[in-house]
């Protein structure tokens, strides 16, 4: 202890506040680190399990995860083609023909895009991103099959976390591999092992398992075999942590006291008395008619019936029990855990609830917050997912001459050229529609921002399908031309 307050009074800078081992608020702090591999690794298989159990039995973590999942993908991000025409030496005009058609092309594929044939692309997109935030991670392979009716053979294979885990009998001399990620000498991954069964399965048959070991890269393409969707938050990190780990406690605790509020109000709910007596080995309720009682079976207890007049026996007398539910403190003291919950999650209390009580101005701010964490998860999961998978489908696209890329294979400039895609999602929703469109029309008309971003931000359309249709629409509601009734 002296050496304590010795190391206490001659520290500086950091060591006298958030680092002083003198204070005595900090005494007791006895905080321990590691690297990415201890700290997150270690941990992950409790992790993953106590965020999906929360995420079925927790109406909260439910609505979060769920709350991010919609706003973020909804019913999938869609693909406008954005290719670099002055690279290319395109005209405007064949810019826009090129990228009609490969939308059209992309279109076409989506819907055989899924290697179990169980979602289609937008359905993929949900579900990859709701197991990411779930489970911490979520692997993408990329097989090329060729089905009947399917004029591509570039396939998306989901793969849950689980399945990338260490291979027991493998020999790892040599090799850098923690949680069924091998990395090289920079820290890149090199291949990946994946379980043929869920670990966690136990249905006869699955219980021989095996690995196998899928390379990151092509080793003479360079081609993407896998896709490893993760947000990561520290460097080295080979593993994804489940979005919910921060607040586990607080989401189990805050089920827990919810559960007990809601048993305490059903019990309160039911009208219950205690018959004292001066004779307890009489049965009770001697002086109540046959008729008047629900069920007489029971000597010990006795069920009256709507609006019932009870006579007692000679020295019997009744104790109610005062209701204690609801309990006043419920609303405030659980909002208070939920905003605590919703910023860690990044999602206001209001949108957390789905509970709008507070003035425009409170409202308006909250939903401007949120879609900022939104786009940040969008432009994650359209750059580690999306654009990824739209350029294996484009090589292939252009390979088989369903699309005609020139200089595709050849310049790496030109590919990414060809390349370009933005990806836009449901959009913010509007408080007020009329100052939010008024508000987009100005950003237009002085320059700010362009019809085709506009419209995807307000309504989550594409500006030209939406200006083809509007042209059929006016065409067709032209007034009919008018005669003099010359002609017969």
Same mark, same amino acid.
């Given at each position: 202890?002296?050496?304590?307050?010795?190391?206490?009074?001659?520290?500086?800078?950091?060591?006298?506040?958030?680092?002083?081992?003198?204070?005595?608020?900090?005494?007791?702090?006895?905080?321990?680190?590691?690297?990415?591999?201890?700290?997150?690794?270690?941990? @992950?298989?409790?992790?993953?399990?106590?965020?999906?159990?929360?995420?079925?039995?927790?109406?909260?973590?439910?609505?979060?995860?769920?709350?991010?999942?919609?706003?973020?993908?909804?019913?999938?991000?869609?693909?406008?083609?954005?290719?670099?025409?002055?690279?290319?030496?395109?005209?405007?005009?064949?810019?826009?023909?090129?990228?009609?058609?490969?939308?059209?092309?992309?279109?076409?594929?989506?819907?055989?895009?899924?290697?179990?044939?169980?979602?289609?692309?937008?359905?993929?997109?949900?579900?990859?991103?709701?197991?990411?935030?779930?489970?911490?991670?979520?692997?993408?392979?990329?097989? #090329?099959?060729?089905?009947?009716?399917?004029?591509?053979?570039?396939?998306?294979?989901? @793969?849950?976390?689980?399945?990338?885990?260490?291979?027991?009998?493998?020999?790892?001399?040599?090799?850098?591999?923690?949680?069924?990620?091998?990395?090289?000498?920079?820290?890149?991954?090199?291949?990946?092992?994946?379980?043929?069964?869920?670990?966690?399965?136990?249905?006869?048959?699955?219980?021989?398992?095996?690995? #196998?070991?899928?390379?990151?890269?092509?080793?003479?393409?360079?081609?993407?075999?896998?896709?490893?969707?993760?947000?990561?938050?520290?460097?080295?990190?080979?593993?994804?942590?489940?979005?919910?780990?921060?607040?586990?406690?607080?989401?189990?605790?805050?089920?827990?006291?919810?559960?007990?509020?809601?048993?305490?109000?059903?019990?309160?709910?039911?009208?219950?008395?205690?018959?004292?007596?001066?004779?307890?080995?009489?049965?009770?309720?001697?002086?109540?008619?046959?008729?008047?009682?629900?069920?007489?079976?029971?000597?010990?207890?006795?069920?009256?019936?709507?609006?019932?007049?009870?006579?007692?026996?000679?020295?019997?007398?009744?104790?109610?029990?005062?209701?204690?539910?609801?309990?006043?403190?419920?609303?405030?003291?659980?909002?208070?855990?939920?905003?605590? @919950?919703?910023?860690?999650?990044?999602?206001?209390?209001?949108?957390?609830?789905?509970?709008?009580?507070?003035?425009?101005?409170?409202?308006?701010?909250?939903?401007?917050?949120?879609?900022?964490? @939104?786009?940040?998860?969008?432009?994650?999961?359209?750059?580690?997912?999306?654009?990824?998978?739209?350029?294996?489908?484009?090589?292939?696209?252009?390979?088989?001459?369903?699309?005609?890329?020139?200089?595709?294979?050849?310049?790496?400039?030109?590919?990414?050229?060809?390349?370009?895609?933005?990806?836009?999602?449901?959009?913010?929703?509007?408080?007020?529609? #009329?100052?939010?469109?008024?508000?987009?029309?100005?950003?237009?008309?002085?320059?700010?921002?362009?019809?085709?971003?506009?419209?995807?931000?307000?309504?989550?359309?594409?500006?030209?399908?939406?200006?083809?249709?509007?042209?059929?629409?006016?065409?067709?509601?032209?007034?009919?031309?008018?005669?003099?009734?010359?002609?017969?």
């Amino acid at each position: 202890m002296r050496l304590l307050g010795t190391l206490g009074a001659l520290a500086s800078g950091y060591g006298r506040h958030g680092a002083s081992w003198a204070r005595k608020s900090l005494v007791g702090w006895l905080a321990s680190g590691g690297g990415p591999d201890e700290d997150i690794v270690d941990h @992950i298989d409790v992790l993953r399990e106590r965020s999906r159990d929360l995420f079925v039995g927790t109406p909260l973590a439910t609505g979060a995860l769920r709350t991010l999942t919609t706003n973020t993908v909804g019913p999938g991000l869609r693909l406008i083609a954005q290719i670099d025409a002055e690279a290319l030496g395109l005209s405007d005009d064949a810019a826009d023909a090129w990228e009609r058609h490969a939308e059209r092309e992309f279109a076409l594929w989506t819907r055989h895009a899924d290697a179990a044939r169980t979602c289609t692309w937008e359905q993929l997109q949900g579900l990859a991103l709701l197991s990411a935030l779930m489970s911490g991670d979520v692997f993408t392979a990329l097989p #090329k099959i060729r089905r009947p009716g399917s004029v591509y053979d570039l396939r998306v294979q989901l @793969i849950e976390a689980d399945r990338v885990c260490d291979d027991p009998m493998l020999p790892t001399i040599g090799r850098d591999i923690v949680a069924g990620v091998e990395i090289g000498r920079y820290g890149e991954p090199v291949a990946y092992h994946v379980a043929r069964y869920h670990p966690l399965s136990t249905r006869p048959g699955k219980l021989r398992q095996e690995w #196998k070991r899928v390379p990151a890269y092509g080793a003479r393409s360079g081609r993407r075999n896998m896709l490893h969707l993760m947000l990561q938050e520290r460097p080295e990190q080979r593993r994804g942590v489940p979005i919910l780990s921060p607040v586990i406690e607080s989401l189990k605790q805050l089920g827990r006291y919810t559960d007990a509020e809601l048993m305490g109000a059903v019990v309160s709910a039911m009208l219950t008395v205690f018959v004292k007596s001066e004779t307890p080995y009489q049965p009770l309720g001697q002086g109540i008619p046959d008729d008047d009682q629900v069920d007489s079976s029971d000597s010990q207890s006795i069920e009256l019936g709507n609006g019932s007049v009870v006579g007692l026996a000679p020295g019997e007398s009744i104790d109610s029990v005062a209701p204690s539910r609801p309990n006043t403190a419920f609303d405030g003291f659980t909002m208070s855990v939920c905003v605590q @919950i919703g910023a860690a999650l990044e999602i206001p209390v209001e949108l957390l609830h789905k509970r709008f009580t507070t003035s425009y101005t409170a409202a308006r701010a909250a939903f401007v917050e949120f879609w900022k964490a @939104i786009r940040t998860r969008r432009a994650w999961i359209a750059q580690s997912f999306c654009q990824p998978v739209y350029e294996e489908w484009l090589a292939e696209a252009v390979a088989s001459e369903r699309v005609s890329a020139p200089g595709f294979f050849e310049s790496p400039a030109a590919r990414a050229a060809w390349s370009g895609a933005d990806w836009y999602g449901p959009s913010q929703g509007q408080i007020n529609e #009329k100052v939010e469109a008024a508000a987009a029309n100005d950003r237009v008309q002085f320059g700010f921002s362009t019809q085709t971003r506009e419209t995807a931000e307000l309504t989550g359309q594409s500006w030209d399908q939406v200006n083809r249709t509007r042209r059929r629409e006016l065409a067709k509601a032209a007034p009919a031309p008018q005669t003099d009734g010359s002609e017969t």
